[in-house]
């Protein structure tokens, strides 16, 4: 077990980020204290050098710096309401999860009123960037606490950028999925265009890679739409987890009156994957549905 020669480090939610950023901070050589409430996800991080414990409430008694990676708001409010129940002396949050902006002022509202500090800090990545530690943090709320923390992101992380007040990072992770939604759907879009042509899915990957069309999200997702493979390891998204950040994405712009035509169009086919069996499976799946469309079939 890593004995934390540069302190420790908290984490809670041990899924395919929160995971991965966890088991990097304990190779860099921080002593990171993790819960998750998925036995198989706890065993992964014990696995990885990490110290997991069986609470929220454990972790914040042991960690005055902790990262949360959580899938859904309702997980957030109750990793927030236990460390305030906890007591612990006060503590530095950093959240690291795409929700409404209401939802995480809610939880910084929270953790405040107990004398803790939240900072809003979506990231930027795919679950294999998390894996490389190519991960782009979005931070915003207090500048000395962000400071503070700049250690810790540059161990799991290649870039971290302070937006300034809380719940600008996640108006600027809006933006960078936005672009996500729609990048994906094209490269999906430009594969099946291909192959309904002829040509062969791996060196569509290769040359489009190579020419002036070529993005992150093609370089990320393209292979799996190449190999025709979606699951296991491979998963870096998946289909329903981003369902919950398309809708956050598209209420936020309609919030502010931005119409959204390119990434509204996306929609159907995610909706699409959802619905013939690709929920479980990463984001690329949304191949699978443009070629069945196109009756695009493998050999």
């Not at 609470?55 to 109750?78: D, G, H, M, N």
């Not at 405040?112 to 990545?125: E, Q």
């Not at 500048?143 to 809380?166: E, K, N, W, Y």
């Not at 719940?167 to 879009?189: P, T, Y």
């Amino acid at each position: 077990m890593n004995s934390g020669a540069k302190g420790t480090i908290g984490v809670v939610g041990l899924g395919i980020m929160g995971g991965a950023i966890a088991r990097n901070l304990a190779a860099a050589g921080w002593r990171v204290v993790g819960y998750d409430p998925d036995p198989q996800r706890m065993r992964e991080a014990r696995e990885g050098g990490v110290a997991v414990v069986d609470s929220a409430a454990a972790v914040a008694r042991e960690a005055a710096s902790i990262l949360t990676s959580l899938p859904k708001p309702e997980a957030l409010q109750a990793t927030v309401q236990a460390i305030a129940d906890a007591g612990p002396p006060r503590r530095t949050i950093a959240e690291l999860s795409t929700f409404t902006i209401a939802d995480k002022e809610a939880a910084e509202a929270t953790l405040r009123k107990a004398g803790h500090i939240l900072l809003d800090c979506p990231l930027s990545g795919t679950g294999s960037q998390a894996k490389n530690k190519d991960l782009v943090i979005y931070a915003s709320g207090d500048s000395q606490a962000i400071q503070a923390l700049s250690p810790v992101f540059a161990d799991f992380g290649r870039a971290t950028h302070d937006l300034g007040a809380f719940g600008n990072g996640m108006k600027m992770k809006f933006v960078a999925n936005l672009l996500v939604a729609i990048h994906n759907v094209a490269s999906a879009e430009a594969m099946v265009l291909g192959m309904k042509a002829g040509l062969d899915p791996h060196q569509l990957y290769d040359l489009v890679r190579s020419g002036a069309g070529n993005s992150r999200v093609f370089e990320l997702r393209a292979g799996m739409m190449a190999d025709n493979s979606y699951d296991g390891e491979n998963v870096t998204m998946k289909v329903a987890i981003w369902q919950k950040d398309m809708k956050v994405i598209g209420d936020f712009a309609q919030s502010i009156g931005v119409p959204t035509p390119t990434f509204s169009a996306t929609e159907a086919i995610y909706n699409a994957a959802m619905s013939t069996g690709h929920e479980g499976h990463d984001t690329a799946a949304v191949c699978a549905v443009l070629e069945a469309m196109a009756g695009v079939t493998r050999n």
